[in-house]
C-alpha cells in the first residue's frame, strides 16, 4: 500500500484513535464537527485520534459509533470478538420479500389494478402503519404486492392524467417503503426508495406528493451526516419555495406538508447547533399547524398539532439542551398522538432529554413505555439501545437490571 493512502479501518490492526480518524474523514466530519455533536471541542477529538486520551468510556464510544453512522461497533473499536450491528438494526423478517419487489420489474400480465383501488389499499396500509404494535411486519407482508402492483398501474396508463395518477400513487407506495427500510441495513436499498419516490412524485405534478417525497428526501440527505446537511437544507428550501406560494388556497393536505417541511428545516438547523434558526423554524411550524383542524393528522409525516410538542423536544434534545429537553417533555402530552410508531419516538426523544438532563431512570422509564407503544420502533432506534447499553453498566443496581431487561426485550442481551 502507498504510504499516502488512507488505511483500510475494517482490516488492519489500527488503534482506536487512528479508527476514529479514518471514519470520520471518511464521513467528511471536521474534528470541530465530531467534538460539537459529542458536547466537546474538536481538540479532544485531536488528542483521542493522536492516543493523548485513553479510549473512551463505552457510552462515549457507542455516541461516536452512532454520528459515524459505522457498519458494526468492531470497526471502531478493533475488537472482532465485539462484533454489534448497533445503529443500522437487524435485517426485518421481511426486508428481502421488499428488495425484490424494490430490485425487480416484473412483465406486466393481465390487467392493472385501478388507481382507485390502489389508494385504498395503501389508506389500509398507513392505517396498519400508525395503528399495530409490530408495524413493520404488517407493512412488510403489504408491500411487495402494493410496490408490484402500483409499477403495474403507471405502465399500463394510456391516458396522461390516468398515468399522473398513477405516478403520485406509486410515490406514496415507495413513501410507505423508505419508512420500512429505515435504519435497515441495506442503505442503497433506503436511497433507491427515495430517488425513485421523488421521481413519481415529479411525474405526478401534484403538490402534494412532491412535497412528501421532498420530505423523505430531505431526511435521508440529513441522516446521511453533516456533510449532506447541505443537501438536506436544499432539497427543504427549493421545495417550500415551490409550494409556500399555493398556501392561500391549499387543502389540509398541501398545508401539512409545508409544515413539516418548515419543521424538517429546524430540524436540520438544530444538527448543526443553529439554536436560533432552529427555534424559528419550529415557531413557523407551529403556527402552520394551527390552521389545520384539530382533529387533522397527517399520514405520512405525522404534521398536526397534536406532533408540535413532540417536535419541540426534538429541537432541544438535538441543541443538547437537556434542561429545555425535560421541560418540553413535561409540556408535551403524548396521549394526543395517535400514531404508535410516533408515540414511541417522542417517547424515545423525551429519554433523550431525560439522560442529557441526568435523569437515567426516568429515561429508562420513558423508554419502556416506547416499548408498550410500538416494540419494533425502538428496536430499531440507535438512540435508544444506547441508552439501555450504557445503563446496562449502571452502578445502581436497580437501574442496571431495569435496563438488562429492556436490553433482552430488544435483543441486545441473552436472557
Given amino acids: 500500500m ?23 474523514t471518511r464521513k467528511g466530519m471536521t474534528r470541530d464537527q465530531l467534538g460539537g455533536l459529542m458536547g466537546r471541542s474538536g481538540s479532544w477529538v485531536k488528542a483521542v485520534e493522536a492516543g493523548r486520551l485513553k479510549v473512551p468510556r463505552l457510552e462515549v464510544v457507542l455516541r461516536l459509533a452512532e454520528l459515524l453512522r459505522v457498519r458494526d461497533l468492531s470497526d471502531l473499536t478493533g475488537d472482532q470478538s465485539v462484533q454489534v450491528s448497533l445503529f443500522a438494526g437487524p435485517g426485518h423478517p421481511r426486508l428481502g420479500a421488499v428488495q425484490a419487489a424494490i430490485n425487480q420489474f416484473p412483465v406486466p400480465r393481465g390487467e392493472a389494478p385501478p388507481t382507485a383501488h390502489l389508494r385504498a389499499r395503501l389508506a389500509r396500509a398507513w392505517a396498519a402503519r400508525h395503528s399495530a404494535p409490530h408495524h413493520r411486519d404488517v407493512v412488510g407482508a403489504l408491500l411487495p404486492d402494493l410496490i408490484r402492483d402500483a409499477q403495474f398501474a403507471v405502465r399500463h396508463a394510456d391516458r396522461a ?3 399522473r395518477a398513477a405516478q403520485a400513487v406509486l ?15 441495506d442503505a442503497a436499498l433506503l436511497w433507491r426508495i427515495a430517488e425513485r419516490g421523488m421521481v413519481a412524485a415529479q411525474e405526478s405534478e ?18 446521511s451526516g453533516p456533510a449532506h446537511f447541505d443537501a438536506a437544507d436544499t432539497v427543504t428550501r427549493e421545495t417550500l419555495e415551490f409550494l ?19 419543521f424538517e428545516a429546524g430540524y436540520t438547523a438544530a444538527r448543526r447547533a443553529e439554536s436560533g434558526t432552529a427555534w424559528r423554524y419550529w415557531d413557523v411550524a407551529r403556527e402552520t399547524a394551527e390552521r389545520l383542524p384539530r382533529d387533522y393528522y397527517h399520514r405520512v409525516t405525522s404534521f398536526s398539532q397534536a406532533v408540535m410538542g413532540a417536535h419541540a423536544v426534538t429541537i432541544a434534545v438535538e441543541l443538547h439542551a437537556g434542561g429545555e429537553s425535560v421541560r418540553q417533555a413535561a409540556a408535551s402530552d403524548a396521549t394526543t398522538i395517535p400514531s404508535r410508531p410516533r408515540r414511541a419516538r417522542h417517547r424515545i426523544e423525551a429519554a433523550r432529554g431525560y439522560q442529557l438532563d441526568g435523569q437515567p431512570d426516568v429515561a429508562l422509564a420513558t423508554l419502556a413505555q416506547a416499548h408498550e407503544a410500538a416494540p419494533e420502533t425502538i428496536k430499531y432506534n440507535g438512540y435508544a439501545k444506547r441508552i439501555i447499553l450504557e445503563e ?14 429492556l436490553a433482552v426485550k430488544l435483543g441486545l442481551l441473552a436472557a
Fill in 2 to 24: 502507498p504510504s499516502d493512502a488512507t488505511p483500510d479501518s475494517y482490516s488492519d490492526p489500527l488503534v482506536f484513535g487512528q479508527r476514529l480518524q479514518i471514519l470520520r
Fill in 161 to 163: 392524467a390516468d398515468r
Fill in 171 to 185: 410515490s406514496e407506495v415507495y413513501s410507505l417503503a423508505q419508512f420500512f427500510a429505515a435504519y435497515q441495513p
Fill in 206 to 223: 401534484d403538490p402534494h406528493t412532491i412535497g412528501v417525497a421532498a420530505w423523505l428526501t430531505a431526511q435521508a440527505h440529513r441522516d
Fill in 244 to 262: 409556500e406560494p399555493l398556501l392561500p388556497d391549499a387543502s389540509d393536505d398541501v398545508v401539512a406538508i409545508i409544515g413539516a417541511l418548515r
Fill in 392 to 405: 446496562a453498566e449502571s452502578k445502581a443496581p436497580a437501574r442496571r437490571h431495569r435496563a438488562s431487561q
